[in-house]
C-alpha cells in the first residue's frame, strides 16, 4: 500500500514476470467488486494504463455484459 500526494494505492505484482505496478485504490475496490479473486490473484485479463494526477497506475479493462 502506499500513499501519494492526490492518490492512494497498493502494489501488485505479475506473477509470470515478478514486474511490479501500481494501482489505485478506486480501481483495486472496482476490480475486486467484479471480478473473482482467488486468493489475492485476479484471473488473466486485460489491463490498461491509466492516470490520477500526476500519478500513473494500472487497471483492468472491465467491459459491461450486453
Same mark, same amino acid.
Given at each position: 500500500m502506499y500513499s501519494g500526494r492526490s492518490a492512494k494505492g497498493a502494489? *501488485?505484482?505479475d506473477k509470470n514476470t515478478g514486474k511490479e505496478y501500481h494501482m489505485f485504490m478506486t480501481d483495486l475496490i472496482k476490480a475486486? $467488486?467484479?471480478?473473482t479473486v482467488d486468493k489475492g *490473484?485476479?484471473?488473466v485479463m486485460e489491463w490498461e494504463a491509466c492516470k490520477r494526477g500526476m500519478n500513473y497506475?494500472? $487497471?483492468p479493462v472491465l467491459t459491461a455484459k450486453k
Amino acid at each position: 500500500m502506499y500513499s501519494g500526494r492526490s492518490a492512494k494505492g497498493a502494489c *501488485v505484482t505479475d506473477k509470470n514476470t515478478g514486474k511490479e505496478y501500481h494501482m489505485f485504490m478506486t480501481d483495486l475496490i472496482k476490480a475486486m $467488486r467484479a471480478l473473482t479473486v482467488d486468493k489475492g *490473484v485476479f484471473p488473466v485479463m486485460e489491463w490498461e494504463a491509466c492516470k490520477r494526477g500526476m500519478n500513473y497506475g494500472i $487497471r483492468p479493462v472491465l467491459t459491461a455484459k450486453k
